[in-house]
Every structure is written in C-alpha cells, then in structure tokens.
C-alpha cells in the first residue's frame, strides 16, 4: 500500500517586498508569485491598517499573502507599503489686484494640498505707486508633513477714495469791529497720515 501525501506549503519566490506610494495615488494589488510542489496555488490577501494619529506624512501598511495549494497547506508573504506626503502646497490666484488702502490685510490666493492641511504665511514690501501706493505680497504655504510651496508674488494696488476729515467748528459769535478768529481744524484721513492744509 503506497500513500501519496501532499504535506509541503507552498513556497514564495523570491522578490520585493517593499513599495512607496504618494498619499493621493490608488494603492494597486501587486500578487506576489508562489510556487508549489504538487498542484496549483492559489492566493488571498489581508491588510493591517495601523492607526494613524496626526498628519499622515508616513502611514506603513503590513499587507499579508496567504499562498494555499489543492491541499490546503498554506504559507504567508508580508508586503510593506509605505504611503507618504512629499507634495507640497500649490498656490494659484490673481498676480495684480486692487483694494482699498485702509483694508488689504488677508490672503487673495486659492492654495489647494494633495493631502494635508496646510498654512499660508505672507510678508509685505511697501512700494510707491499709483494713488495710495504699492504693497508687493510674498506667499508662501507649508502643510503639516512640512512641505514648503513655490513662492507666490502679488502686485497690491492700493485705492484711496475716502475724502479727509475735519472737526466741525462750533458757532463762534464776535462783535462787529474785532477780528474774526482764525480756526485751524484737525484733519484726518483714513489712509494719510501727512495732509496738505490750505486755509
């Protein structure tokens, strides 16, 4: 009597195990190849997703193959994937804009991340020009994994159309031979700080 048994799992090939991915890319299914003594292979899968506290600048997945033949010997092969944010911020808007002068404060760009949240931080070069003057804005936005944008530069026309100001005078009264008093007002603007005063 001869017993013919089937007792050996299947053995995985040798080959790579390890993959990188941008962390707005689709993770494909890549099978990794076995082979067995006796009859055919076949395969399954199971990924163990860790948890991810934070900004996901590197997530590692352990992606576990099962490889099991006709007789149900089976034998495992791990794949690490690596998912990463390496793209940095992309900042897009107008380069010339106009506002008034008393009110340019604020970000005029759209920035748009692959994956993270993100923060905009500007710096200001004060220029003449035009009526109120110039402000040449430097943008530059950095998301949580530390990646920094391409700087932006936005020309800032400056618009003044807000008349100065005086204090109103009260009603003065004087007899008929004196001298009417000169009354000098305070004048104020919302933009100038010096006023050309002519009475």
Same mark, same amino acid.
């Given at each position: 009597?001869?017993? $013919?048994?089937?007792?050996?799992?299947? %053995?995985? &090939? +040798?080959? !790579? =195990? @390890?993959?990188?991915?941008?962390?707005?890319?689709? #993770?494909?299914?890549?099978?990794?190849t076995?082979?067995?003594?006796?009859?055919?292979?076949?395969?399954?899968?199971?990924?163990?997703?860790?948890?991810?506290?934070?900004?996901?600048?590197?997530? $590692?997945?352990?992606?576990?193959?099962? %490889?099991? &033949? +006709?007789? !149900? =010997? @089976?034998s495992?092969?791990?794949?690490?994937?690596? #998912?990463?944010?390496?793209?940095?911020p992309?900042?897009?808007?107008?380069?010339?804009?106009?506002?008034?002068?008393?009110?340019?404060?604020g970000?005029?760009?759209?920035?748009?991340?692959?994956?993270?949240?993100?923060?905009?931080?500007?710096?200001?070069?004060?220029?003449?020009? @035009?009526?109120?003057?110039?402000?040449?804005?430097?943008?530059?936005?950095?998301?949580l994994?530390?990646?920094?944008?391409?700087?932006?530069?936005?020309?800032?026309?400056?618009?003044?159309?807000v008349?100065?100001?005086?204090?109103p005078?009260?009603?003065?009264?004087?007899?008929?031979?004196?001298?009417?008093?000169?009354?000098?007002?305070?004048?104020?603007?919302?933009?100038?700080?010096?006023?050309?005063?002519?009475?």
């Open positions: 009597t001869i017993i $013919v048994v089937d007792e050996t799992a299947p %053995a995985f &090939d +040798e080959q !790579g =195990n @390890s993959y990188t991915y941008e962390c707005n890319t689709e #993770i494909p299914v890549i099978q990794p076995a082979h067995d003594n006796c009859g055919s292979v076949s395969y399954s899968h199971i990924d163990a997703l860790p948890s991810v506290v934070g900004p996901a600048c590197s997530v $590692v997945i352990s992606r576990v193959w099962i %490889a099991t &033949d +006709e007789c !149900g =010997n @089976s495992e092969f791990t794949q690490t994937i690596t #998912i990463v944010d390496t793209t940095a992309v900042i897009t808007g107008e380069n010339e804009i106009y506002r008034l002068c008393d009110d340019y404060a970000i005029y760009v759209n920035v748009s991340d692959n994956c993270n949240e993100y923060t905009v931080d500007y710096t200001d070069e004060m220029v003449s020009g @035009s009526c109120a003057g110039n402000v040449i804005r430097h943008y530059v936005a950095s998301d994994c530390g990646n920094v944008s391409a700087e932006f530069i936005q020309i800032i026309h400056l618009i003044d159309n008349a100065p100001t005086g204090n005078i009260s009603n003065v009264s004087i007899q008929c031979n004196q001298t009417v008093p000169v009354y000098n007002p305070n004048w104020s603007d919302n933009c100038d700080t010096e006023l050309d005063r002519k009475s």
